[in-house]
């Protein structure tokens, strides 16, 4: 991949600027419409073919990002990423080992640093190793605000493993090596579906216990399982935000804003983009120039075939934006304090941080009522969407055999969307609403809290076992 991306850097910077840019993408348009073009691109050779494809994908992609100012290079608040902004309290005796892809930027891997900021900060000894080295997950590993911890300091008894068992396999054998032998290993894994997938249960074999952040998930893995499960919200706040205002984004001043954000590879029929699509339509006229959809995405570049469809859905409608674009969390923050709403009709969640974000920051959300966000979702501090479940079809979603799904009601959530912006002062309400609430269930001292309670619960049963067992001193890794 990274080969063929370098071969392709002349062509690319060739069609940089905007206005060849622009015809570009008109010529690729226009090929797509008219039959003879395109068979004419077919007449070229598979090499020619190959390049121009690659190089028309990555001008699409391109003009999918944020048009970028100066401003959006600016230390301003929030701007803590690519430093270590966080330390490790001295002093306490606790300690455990952090495995995670500390450096990716999606969801398991900002959950691992969450739930680690939470334990340094509460002063737990963490030592931390990043396992993206050797397992080539498709994602973005340019996140460095953990960079100065990684490493340092001793290693302890207990691990954290924040690797979801389609790689856990590998990622112990390359990284932990011996250390689970003697340690006690805890796997943190998030999972969307109704039912853990059997192609997983080997993983249960590697783990000692596993810990998870939501009641749905929860639920899931106890059915396949009897060792220990413990749950803990993920952490929601300390939320730091860029000084980026809503001009930087592309959005209309007065416009009431929906905002959308979704991962590629997280599936799009999971997420489902497409519905929300619809709602927003359904919810207003043509002519209401008055609000505006931004569809914020990842990785649409990895998907030229659902991101194309995702485009029609939204053609001939200029108040319907999409933005495929990695910015750094400040930045993805200060566009959640610009929006004046945010929806997601998810067919499943297992947790919903970006659904939790925004509503740490006083947003009303319109959401399907189910699955993981409905740990923080109520009635009175935000929107559930009515749905019904339904059988997850061939293709749709990874283990799908056996798994159901929520059908969110489109037109219940378009009533809300006309709502809200109907009655900004509701939407303030709810809004208002949904931050204190999710600031006491999602703070990060809770979320420590329970975890080194655990510890210290793990470690005194290994101790125990120790005076049970004399002999086994010198084989177990005691917590320290």
Not at 205 to 217: G, K, P, R, T, Y
Not at 340 to 360: I, K, N, P, T
Request: proline fraction near 4%; glycine fraction near 6%.
């Amino acid at each position: 991949m990274d080969q063929r991306r370098h071969v392709l850097t002349p062509v690319v910077s060739s069609v940089s600027s905007p206005v060849r840019m622009s015809a570009l993408l008109k010529l690729l348009s226009r090929m797509r419409a008219n039959v003879c073009l395109m068979a004419a691109y077919r007449l070229l050779p598979a090499a020619v073919r190959k390049r121009l494809s690659a190089t028309m994908s990555r001008t699409e992609a391109r003009s999918m990002e944020f048009r970028k100012s100066p401003r959006w290079h600016m230390q301003g608040a929030g701007d803590q990423e690519g430093q270590s902004s966080i330390s490790e309290a001295p002093g306490l005796s606790l300690g455990v080992n952090v495995y995670a892809f500390l450096r990716g930027r999606f969801g398991l891997a900002e959950s691992a640093r969450r739930y680690t900021s939470a334990l340094l900060a509460s002063g737990c000894r963490v030592w931390l190793c990043d396992i993206a080295d050797g397992l080539g997950v498709p994602h973005d590993m340019k996140d460095k605000s953990l960079d100065g911890l990684i490493g340092r300091g001793d290693q302890h008894g207990i691990n954290l493993v924040f690797v979801n068992p389609d790689y856990l396999e590998r990622a112990m054998e390359t990284h932990m090596c011996n250390a689970a032998n003697k340690s006690y290993t805890i796997g943190v894994w998030f999972w969307e579906g109704e039912r853990f997938p059997l192609e997983w249960t080997s993983a249960l074999d590697v783990v000692d216990e596993i810990m998870v952040a939501s009641v749905h998930l929860e639920n899931a893995i106890r059915r396949v399982t009897d060792k220990p499960v413990f749950r803990v919200p993920l952490p929601v706040d300390s939320l730091l935000a860029s000084d980026l205002k809503r001009k930087d984004f592309g959005i209309r001043e007065s416009a009431f804003v929906f905002l959308s954000m979704f991962d590629f590879n997280s599936y799009l029929e999971r997420k489902n983009p497409a519905g929300v699509i619809h709602a927003f339509r359904l919810a207003f006229a043509t002519g209401e120039s008055d609000v505006q959809l931004l569809l914020k995405s990842i990785n649409g570049h990895r998907f030229p075939d659902e991101m194309n469809t995702l485009r029609e859905a939204a053609a001939g409608d200029p108040r319907i934006v999409i933005r495929d674009d990695i910015i750094e969390n400040r930045h993805v923050h200060a566009l959640q304090q610009c929006a004046d709403c945010f929806v997601s009709l998810h067919r499943a969640e297992g947790f919903g941080m970006a659904l939790a974000e925004c509503m740490w920051f006083g947003k009303p959300v319109i959401a399907t009522g189910w699955s993981g966000n409905m740990d923080f979702m109520t009635p009175e501090n935000s929107c559930p969407v009515r749905f019904k479940l339904v059988e997850i079809q061939s293709g749709d979603y990874a283990h799908h055999q056996g798994q159901r799904w929520a059908e969110p009601d489109i037109h219940h959530a378009a009533g809300l969307m006309k709502r809200l912006a109907d009655d900004p002062r509701a939407a303030r309400r709810i809004g208002n609403q949904a931050s204190r609430d999710v600031r006491r269930l999602l703070s990060s001292n809770n979320a420590a809290a329970l975890i080194k309670n655990r510890l210290e619960e793990i470690t005194m049963d290994r101790l125990q076992s120790l005076t049970d067992e004399p002999g086994r001193t010198s084989d177990v890794r005691l917590n320290s």
